[in-house]
């Protein structure tokens, strides 16, 4: 896992995200877990219809298979800096 985390950088790619009319789920390393919580809250407490944003922790390493193969996922974002993980979601 990488052991820095940009709030700024992912409010902005969810923001482009559901600006284009499509649904986010995001998934946090443990590193980034721990500001979910106020981000999340605003989210459930916002105009947003319910599902648009689905933040999501866990350990990257047990989770990114099920994100890489799932067939309804039509894109997807890395910004780790894992080159096995990179290699395995392209």
């Known amino acids: 896992a990488d052991e820095k985390f940009d709030l700024g950088q992912l409010v902005s790619q969810i923001c482009a995200i559901i600006v284009s009319g499509n649904t986010c789920v995001a998934l946090l ?3 980034g877990a721990s ?3 106020p981000l999340a809250e605003t989210f459930a407490t916002s105009d947003l219809p ?3 944003v689905n933040l999501l922790t866990g350990y990257v390493s047990e989770l ?3 994100f890489g193969g799932h067939m309804e996922i039509q894109s997807l974002s890395y910004q780790g800096s ?3 993980v990179r290699r395995e979601l392209k």
């Open 82 to 84: 894992d080159e096995k």
């Open 64 to 66: 990114y298979p099920h």
């Open 29 to 31: 390393s443990e590193v």
């Open 50 to 52: 319910k599902g648009v």
């Open 35 to 37: 500001v979910l919580a």
